[in-house]
C-alpha cells in the first residue's frame, strides 16, 4: 500500500505516513522536519506546530473495505 502524503491547506507544511506508522511533518518554507504519531506524540525533530486532525487522517489506520458502508 502507498504512503499517505497531504500538503497542509492553509500552513505550508507536507504530512506523510512512515512505514512505521508515524507522521513526518516537513516545513516547506524553513525546511524543518518533525515527527509525531497519529495522537500527537511528538517523536523528535524541529516542527512543533501541527494541525491534530490532519495528523490522526494521514496517520490513521485505513478502513478495510468489508468496513465501509455502501449505500446502494
Do not use: F
Amino acid at each position: 500500500m502507498k504512503a499517505m502524503k497531504v500538503r497542509h491547506p492553509l500552513w505550508n507544511h507536507e504530512y506523510e505516513q512512515q512505514a512505521d506508522g508515524s507522521v513526518q511533518i516537513v516545513d516547506l518554507d524553513s525546511g524543518s522536519v518533525g515527527a509525531y504519531d497519529r495522537y500527537g506524540h511528538r517523536l523528535g525533530g524541529e516542527v512543533t506546530l501541527y494541525d491534530p486532525q490532519l495528523l490522526d487522517w494521514v496517520g490513521g489506520k485505513p478502513l478495510r473495505r468489508e468496513t465501509v458502508a455502501d449505500d446502494s
